[in-house]
């Protein structure tokens, strides 16, 4: 009775010859993952260390006088806008810098008068024309807020700088 040996067949040499370029590409992208890691690690600083570095700029700053100015948020609401001939919704937010000796004062204003502020910033977003949604710094609707709500608070000088942190538009259907 003779044994049957069965002999396995060898890889081929074309299988061979398609497998080697794979691997070469696989080690290739894993060593170039493992060198942004680390570049990333060794580069890059963490949040903490950013924050010791004089990070905390959103608490205060300081205008040109020296006077320090903190921050009071205003409004965020939602106007709209038809004068460009298309519908407009804007997502907005407004926060208003004002001096460190004045920031009780601000956000009692801000507390006691958040419906008229909110209307106030409606009405000037509604009343912008087009093309001053498009200019970088959003200055001229800047200088609008600061006057409107200057009036609203009753006070022209409580309010030293504006900050629009946030300002998204969105069409018909979005």
Request: no cysteine; net charge negative.
């Given at each position: 009775m003779p044994q049957d040996t069965e002999v396995q067949p060898e890889a081929s040499p074309r299988r061979r010859r398609r497998a080697v370029p794979i691997l070469i590409?696989?080690?290739l992208m894993g060593a170039e993952g493992v060198g942004i890691f680390?570049?990333?690690?060794?580069?890059?600083?963490?949040p903490e260390s950013a924050m010791a570095d004089g990070g905390d700029v959103d608490a205060a700053a300081v205008n040109g006088s020296g006077e320090v100015l903190t921050e009071v948020e205003v409004a965020e609401c939602r106007p709209s806008n038809r004068?460009?001939?298309k519908f407009v919704t804007f997502h907005i937010r407004?926060?208003?810098l004002v001096a460190s000796a004045d920031l009780e004062r601000a956000q009692r204003l801000v507390r006691a008068k958040r419906a008229q502020l909110e209307d106030g910033v409606n009405t000037v977003i509604r009343s912008t024309a087009p093309k001053h949604f498009d200019e970088p710094g959003y200055d001229t609707i800047k200088r609008r807020l600061k006057?409107?709500?200057g009036r609203i608070f009753g006070d022209e000088e409580l309010i030293k700088e504006l900050v629009i942190p946030q300002m998204h538009q969105?069409?018909?259907?979005v």
């Open positions: 590409v696989a080690l680390v570049a990333a690690n060794v580069l890059g600083s963490d004068l460009s001939g407004v926060t208003a006057s409107e709500l969105s069409g018909p259907g």
